[in-house]
């Protein structure tokens, strides 16, 4: 590690120079920083924070603090790409027809419910059909040029062979279903939510946003390359799941054993799925790619104890048992941590390392908080404060579900409640269980409970007891938390193609930074939600859950993704096209991947 690294702005850096280097500054330069650093934090060594004015002005990069790549644009391909982003998705013709594409997709109201049965059986898949019918006429040259395969009926899985199969193909997910429109609200839209209507600035409906963007925007990009001539080099393969909103349990599930079956463990280069966009924070717009995703958990924690009359009660029935365990289990939440080298973490670092907004403090906290624990723990708490971010570090639970009695005279013999619990990237599902297991075990036995837990027989079999309490897994879905997607070092070629990808798209079409990839900051970070990539885990160890809608400006967010209102401004949408475009120009050309 040196000195005070700093990242020399690169410019343009084009494939051929494969990956952005990182030059070293002079030494007459690094001594005036060494000097600032000294003054400023009092701990000169290791700051890597280059503050001009001790904390006003932030440097360029943070060295091995949040590194930055350079800006990656194609070079082999490179006028077919400054064609594309410069030239044609700006206009009038393109516009109009990308309209229409999304908006003919968002007219298809594909809906996926929880709990459905499997395809075949439950007539509520059959719309996939239609859809299915809507790609092949929107996009003609796909449906010649790729190979299709319909997994599980309305799984999508296209190939866009490579001329050297040697090397690993890029695999691009979207989802072609869609979180239900609630009737009761259907009218409170502004334009019906399956219209897909153009205003002249947003198309409307539900999907536009979520993922259709997505699913569309791809197909898109695809179809033009096609027109353009455009022959790939490396494989790009398509995964299309149709239930994503539903836990992926008919589309993405069956699609991941397809794709392992056929090309193996490991076989892809890289995956990229819906996921985090850009946005300013702090002052700096960051774009934060989901490298990671939590785990997830529900209990059923179920008490039961002898029934009878209601005028002669026992002081406790199964509802008061279990009123006062779920206190308790409110009472003991998990405790969060930031750790060091979870994504989280790398996400504050690159904050302290790029954000001109943070607040001093925090911002000296963060710097120091590598190789102080007390650092680390203060810069925990000031993060706190704000609880979505706390939310993505911990383990979080949410009791969700409660039944029990059936009548006022009549003594309930059982009653349960489900907890919902978000697993920490760095715990487990274990971790989980072990924390409830031991939390409960004092009031079973206050209580005068047999307690069985996760299978286990906790209290002393074979004593008599008052009654039972029984947790367990509530519905069988548990789900680890994901494998982490590394973002530094040795493994992070993929990582650093992603960052530079989006740089390039960042710097290609907006006058709003300064040439030099200092624009935007890409970050690791946490997907709150679970995607299909939760069935794509052994098909590669670079998983990214990325959109690149551009929300730099508020103004922006159309929103409304699973709720009323659902838009997409039509300039935020062709930025994703500009990005699908760059990342498989970039992929392509790749000798890093
Ligand atoms: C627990 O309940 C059983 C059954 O009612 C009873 O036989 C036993 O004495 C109770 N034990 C305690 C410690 O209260
Ligand atoms: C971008 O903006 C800068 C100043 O903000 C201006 O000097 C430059 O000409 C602009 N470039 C383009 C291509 O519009
Ligand atoms: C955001 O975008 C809107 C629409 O293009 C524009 O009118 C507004 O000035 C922008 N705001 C900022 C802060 O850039
Ligand atoms: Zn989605």
Redesign the pocket.
């Known amino acids: 590690m040196s000195l005070i690294p700093m990242v020399e702005k690169e410019g343009l850096l084009s494939n051929s120079l494969s990956q952005p280097t990182r030059k070293s500054t002079g030494p007459l330069k690094t001594s005036i920083y060494v000097l600032l650093a000294l003054i400023c934090t009092g701990t000169a060594l290791y700051s890597v924070q280059p503050h001009f004015f001790c904390g006003g002005h932030v440097g360029t990069a943070g060295g091995d603090i949040c590194p930055q790549p350079g800006v990656l644009v194609p070079s082999k391909n490179g006028a077919l790409w400054k064609g594309l982003v410069e030239e044609t998705y700006n206009s009038q013709e393109f516009h109009d027809r990308a309209v229409n594409w999304l908006g003919g997709a968002v007219r298809v109201p594909t809906e996926s419910f929880d709990r459905m049965l499997p395809v075949g059986e439950d007539p509520r898949w059959d719309v996939f059909g239609p859809f299915h019918d809507y790609l092949l006429t929107a996009f003609p040259l796909i449906h010649t040029t790729l190979e299709l395969t319909k997994v599980n009926t309305y799984g999508l899985v296209y190939v866009w062979k490579g001329s050297d199969e040697t090397q690993k193909p890029l695999l691009l997910a979207a989802h072609q279903d869609v979180v239900p429109v609630n009737p009761e609200t259907a009218d409170v839209w502004t334009h019906p939510p399956y219209s897909g209507y153009f205003d002249g600035e947003r198309i409307w409906g539900r999907g536009s946003w979520d993922d259709k963007s997505g699913l569309i925007g791809i197909m898109t990009t695809i179809e033009t390359l096609l027109e353009n001539g455009f022959k790939p080099t490396r494989s790009v393969v398509l995964a299309f799941g149709f239930d994503e909103e539903a836990s992926g349990l008919h589309g993405a599930s069956a699609i991941g054993k397809y794709l392992l079956e056929t090309y193996g463990e490991n076989a892809f280069a890289m995956l990229v799925d819906e996921g985090g966009d850009y946005m300013v924070e702090y002052g700096k717009v960051y774009a934060t790619v989901g490298t990671a995703e939590k785990g997830y958990l529900d209990t059923r924690v179920e008490v039961a104890s002898p029934g009878g009359h209601s005028s002669v009660p026992p002081p406790h029935t199964s509802i008061g048992i279990l009123s006062s365990l779920l206190v308790h289990i409110e009472a003991n939440p998990f405790v969060a941590h930031l750790g060091r080298g979870t994504p989280m973490y790398l996400k504050s670092q690159c904050l302290a390392a790029h954000a001109p907004g943070l607040p001093r403090s925090l911002r000296k906290s963060l710097t120091d908080a590598a190789r102080s624990d007390k650092a680390l723990r203060k810069a925990e708490e000031a993060l706190f404060a704000d609880p979505r971010f706390k939310a993505l570090v911990g383990t979080t639970q949410a009791i969700d579900l409660v039944q029990g009695g059936v009548k006022t005279n009549a003594l309930p013999e059982s009653a349960w409640a489900v907890v919902d619990h978000r697993v920490a990237t760095d715990s487990s599902i274990e971790d989980v269980q072990k924390h409830e297991t031991e939390l409960l075990k004092h009031l079973a036995s206050a209580f005068?409970l047999s307690y069985t837990a996760f299978g286990k027989q906790i209290s002393e079999p074979g004593?008599?007891?008052?009654g039972t309490l029984t947790i367990d897994e509530a519905w069988g879905a548990a789900l680890a938390p994901a494998p982490v997607t590394p973002s530094s070092g040795d493994a992070a070629a993929p990582f650093n193609l992603l960052a530079g990808t989006v740089k390039a798209t960042y710097e290609a079409h907006r006058n709003i930074s300064d040439g030099n990839g200092d624009g935007v900051v890409v970050s690791p970070g946490i997907m709150s939600g679970n995607t299909d990539t939760r069935h794509y885990w052994r098909l590669t160890e670079h998983i990214f859950r990325y959109s690149h809608h551009y929300t730099g400006n508020q103004t922006w967010v159309a929103g409304g993704a699973h709720t009323v209102n659902e838009a997409i401004y039509v300039d935020s949408w062709l930025e994703q096209i500009r990005f699908i475009t760059t990342l498989i120009l970039n992929a392509d050309e790749s000798t890093s991947l």
């Open positions: 005068n004593v008599p007891a008052y």
